[in-house]
């Protein structure tokens, strides 16, 4: 099953991808392992940066992800690019740090956040990787297309940790009528058919994060684990509270540490050294986006990933015997 050619990736990656999916890098979930085991079962692993509390953890992490992905390619595996989540976010003070490392170990892709992409586009550039900007509304999507970013996540309406509130078909709509590169979907991605209806809409990429929250290699905690698997999307709180950053919250975790859902107010401004000030804003107050439901078990990241692509398979083969894609393939074929 290959990703249709329409796509706007780079054709090495579309040869290595067995679905068009990329793990959302989630800030103290997304680990080196599933980096790994993402990049050898056929999708785009993800981790931020800031997961490791200083550069010299990262540097180790790094080493040691490489070293994974070699052994991996000598075994034979076609593995995956893999990508680091960048925060670009002015109170990030070891940015300059992280950067050196990209240029050390060099991720094919580095995706930015909460800031212009501009800082990582020289230093990614120059030894041929791409960079994509974390992008909430159209206007912040111009800018980072202005900056020079090869893709855009298009951050929509039913994400988790990082939400929009714009819904996916409209983003897109906007956002192709002034860039032409590389878009990524995010929000409420949690199964097969999903990201097939994501590249339906215009999508060369899909983000899956909630999903993964629960997979045994994340680093979430395992209660963590277990609140996304038994909640519902009726579990969710939208909210910019927490950390300045409109988010899903799940209701339990808010009810766990004394807050009441239903009255947290509104914040200013995000701040990225909250949970510095306030420990609680991610270790214990937790995520996830509107795909919760779809997480039925605690399971390796590599049965997720064959999961998904049996569904994304499912739905490509429904999607040709539907009467309306013979009408119009049919169409196509005589034109």
Known sequence: MTIAKASRLPQDWID?????????PMFLVSSTAMVLEGSRNGIIG?????????????????????????????????????????????????????????????????ITALGSPKPAIEAVHSYGGLVFADVSTPEYARKAAEAGADGLVLVCSGAGGHTGQIA????????REFFDGIIVIGGAISTGSAVRSAQILGADLV?????????????????????????????LVMTNVITGAWSHKLRPSLEAVGLDPDNLGTATGFDLNYAEKQPKAWKDIWSAGQGVGAVKKIEPMAAVVAKLHREYQQAIREEQNDPWFRKYSGEAACA
């Not at 010299?56 to 992800?65: N, R, Y």
């Not at 996916?168 to 956002?175: C, D, E, K, L, R």
């Open 168 to 175: 996916a078909a409209a983003f897109v709509q906007a956002v």
């Open 16 to 24: 290595r991808l067995k679905m068009p999916v990329m793990a959302a």
């Open 46 to 110: 993800c981790i931020p940066t800031v997961n490791a509390r200083t550069p010299e953890i990262l540097d180790g992490w790094l080493a040691e992800l490489t070293s994974g992905l070699e052994q991996a390619r000598s075994e034979g595996v076609e593995v995956a690019p893999w990508a680091l989540g960048l925060t670009t976010h002015r109170t990030n003070a070891r940015l300059p740090d992280d950067l050196e490392l990209c240029r050390k170990y060099r991720p094919p892709l580095v």
């Open 207 to 235: 983000y899956v994060g909630t999903h993964l929250i629960a997979c045994e290699e994340s680093n979430a905690d395992p209660r963590y684990k277990q609140m996304v698997v038994d909640a519902t999307s009726k579990d």
